[in-house]
């Protein structure tokens, strides 16, 4: 017989009769005649009751049962007397797989986040964290799905670069020269290693998909990044997962429009698909998710200038902990106050000083700014980051020469601008924040599966 998932069978209106389901324990309770089991096997939040009678030829192995053992059940699908629960399952016969020791760290109590991190290889049978990588898997579709009814075109980047796009230079080496190969000064001859040359772990696929843009149209790549930034606050890992749209012929406002659409459709599609899994999180993650996700929804995303931001926070009496001048970089705290505490939803911040953003952005015509644009959102602060491409050859080239970046390394991206160059916009919007905001989880380590920190490479 053809295994059936749970959460199959529980959206069942009549019963098929006879099923099988495999799964794990997560609790058993005996009686003179019975064992009732709840059986979980990952595929939905609710468990299924099993009732284990002693006329099982191996009722005595069923008895040895402990939490976090495999069984497989088959029997009879019926209406649970039960409260809460529509179908149970009559065993009519039980395999047992495997039965786990005592010491199983799953016991029916409350782990800490902090605890569960440490056995991040069993903390998907939990409640929550089961809950959080269902969507995870779910967004991770939407988002395919999204960009395939838009008629984009995905693009696999290369993980392994010689460029570095945002210019942070925070970024791991890749290399094949072992330890002994090292220059007795300490300089690596990058001539020797596997590439010729140096190459990193990317930052993003920004620049693989700009080249794509001004050739297939609309494009989006969406895969993991790298960044070796040594920080250990519950914002940063040094792996993490990026969704990066590029359009061609589109400016600044359209990026908006793009990034609008694109969150909200997220948001619902999560609302819809995984309905009982969300509410878990708005009932005991955070108490005010619903009502942000229905902010999300229905609030048209507001857009101010960097300027005018920056006169706001200003103005705001707020003691923040990193004070507020133009020509600054914000901080999440800044990006918070804006989103929660002014607009409360959603807010675009446009038109950044150029000191303070990347070489490839579009120059404005006051000369001061370039046409980038961030989305803030409650609770988490940056979500979106993007901007309009510089598409002018002569502009891009004295950006590089402002910057010090030499123009041999990037003479493909130069290219682009000689040969057919158009406007263009794009933007990457972080996986595991985007996951953060909608579960309301403040960790982005638990947002992740086996999440990569400075010191930790566990798992």
């Known amino acids: 017989m053809e295994r059936t998932k749970i959460k199959a069978l529980l959206e069942l209106g009549t019963s098929p009769g006879q099923v099988l389901v495999k799964g794990w324990v997560r609790t058993k309770r005996d009686s003179k005649d019975f064992s009732f089991l709840e059986i979980n096997d990952g595929s939905c939040l609710a468990n299924i009751q099993v009732i284990a009678g002693n006329d099982l030829a191996n009722y005595e192995d069923v008895q040895r049962l402990t939490t976090g053992s495999a069984v497989g059940i088959t029997g009879e699908l019926v209406e649970s007397p039960g409260k809460g629960q529509k179908w149970e399952i009559q065993a009519g016969s039980a395999e047992v797989i495997s039965i786990a020791p005592e010491d199983y760290p799953l016991q029916k109590k409350r782990h800490s986040d902090e605890f569960l991190r440490s056995i991040a290889h069993l903390r998907p049978r939990t409640n929550k964290y089961g809950a959080a990588f269902r969507i995870r898997s779910e967004m991770a579709y939407a988002i395919h799905k999204f960009y395939r009814d838009k008629g984009f075109r995905y693009l696999t980047s290369p993980l392994i670069t010689g460029s570095d796009c945002e210019g942070a230079g925070e970024m791991f080496r890749v290399t094949s020269l072992s330890p002994a190969q090292v220059a007795e000064d300490g300089k690596m001859d ?8 140096e190459s990193n772990l990317t930052v993003s696929g920004q620049l693989s998909a700009e080249m794509f843009a001004l050739s297939l149209g609309d494009v989006y790549t969406f895969g993991p990044t790298f960044r070796a930034e040594n920080s250990n606050t519950s914002r940063h890992v040094a792996e993490f997962w990026m969704l990066e749209p590029e359009m061609a012929f589109c400016d600044l406002a359209g990026n908006m429009d793009h990034g609008e659409e694109l969150v909200k459709t997220l948001v619902g599609h999560a609302m819809e698909h995984c309905e009982a899994d969300m509410n878990l999180f708005g009932k005991f993650v955070d108490k005010s998710l619903p009502a942000l996700l229905k902010t999300l929804m229905d609030e048209e995303f507001a857009r101010l200038p960097y300027t005018d931001a920056i006169e706001i926070l200003e103005k705001s009496g707020k003691k923040f902990e990193f004070p507020v001048a133009y020509g600054i970089d914000l901080q999440s705290e800044h990006e918070r106050f804006l989103a929660e505490e002014y607009f409360k939803k959603p807010v675009f911040l446009i038109n950044y000083p150029r000191e303070i953003k990347p070489f490839y952005m579009r120059m404005n015509d006051d000369e001061k700014t370039v046409a980038a644009m961030d989305l803030l959102v409650p609770r988490i602060g940056e979500l979106i980051g993007g901007s309009q491409r510089e598409e002018r050859l002569d502009r ?27 406007p263009h916009s794009g933007f990457g919007l972080g996986f595991e924040r985007f996951l953060m905001m909608i579960t309301g989880i403040t960790n982005i380590r638990d947002v992740i599966p086996f999440p990569r920190t400075p010191g930790s490479i566990d798992f």
């Open 190 to 197: 990058f001539g020797k290693d596997f590439f010729g040359q």
């Open 396 to 422: 891009l080239e004295a950006r590089m020469d402002e910057m010090n970046l030499p123009k041999d390394d990037y003479w493909w991206y130069l290219d682009s601008r000689r040969y057919g160059t158009a």
